[in-house]
């Protein structure tokens, strides 16, 4: 959980935080949530509390006067790794709160069109226009070159536990 918060959010510190608030509020929750569907449920609330944070925070940003962004700066990297998974994170801050979350839940999390579409409340066509197009611009982003694949296949398909959806 705090995995995805990471990608999610681009921060560990944001992720602990995320992953502690989305627990509070499941804990709230927990004798509505039907057991054969917690981990759907979690997940879910997840993405809506990062991307409820995302809105608050960037209509704080739009009224506020335009403050100098943060210095970021690339520590070298002898093997590469650490260049390149720092080169993915600021590209994957790139790109807008819905399709990131929608990037990270297929390539690192491993869900279909389906079970995406149901998490964020769209529809699955929805879904594989914010992945096309967080991919495309992925592939597009300067500081991660030519190509970028997903380091981690999708699972094979599954049902989900409620829906029965194929994913």
């Known amino acids: 959980m705090?995995?995805?918060?990471?990608?999610?959010t681009g921060d560990l510190h944001q992720a602990e935080d995320l992953a502690?608030?989305?627990?509070?509020?499941?804990?709230?929750?927990?004798?509505?949530?039907?057991?054969?569907?917690v981990d759907f449920y979690v997940r879910r609330s997840?993405?809506?509390?990062?991307?409820?944070?995302?809105?608050r925070r960037r209509a704080a940003r739009l009224l506020t006067p335009l403050l100098p962004e943060?210095?970021?700066?690339?520590?070298?990297?002898p093997a590469g790794a650490v260049g390149?998974?720092?080169?993915?994170?600021?590209a994957l801050a790139a790109l807008p709160a819905r399709r990131r979350a929608v990037v990270v839940l297929r390539h690192w999390e491993g869900l279909g069109e389906a079970e995406i579409a149901q998490l964020l409340g769209c529809s699955a066509g929805t879904v594989r226009a914010h992945?096309?197009?967080?991919l495309a611009a992925l592939r597009a982003h300067p500081s991660l070159g030519p190509v970028v694949t997903?380091?981690?296949a999708p699972s094979p398909a599954r049902r989900h536990p409620v829906s029965g959806a194929r994913s």
């Open 2 to 8: 705090v995995r995805t918060a990471h990608l999610l």
């Open 20 to 37: 502690r608030t989305t627990l509070a509020r499941v804990r709230a929750r927990w004798r509505r949530i039907p057991r054969n569907d």
């Open 46 to 55: 997840l993405v809506r509390t990062h991307l409820g944070r995302t809105r």
């Open 70 to 77: 943060r210095a970021r700066r690339a520590l070298p990297d």
């Open 84 to 90: 390149r998974r720092d080169a993915l994170g600021r």
């Open 131 to 134: 992945a096309r197009r967080g």
């Open 150 to 152: 997903p380091s981690v």
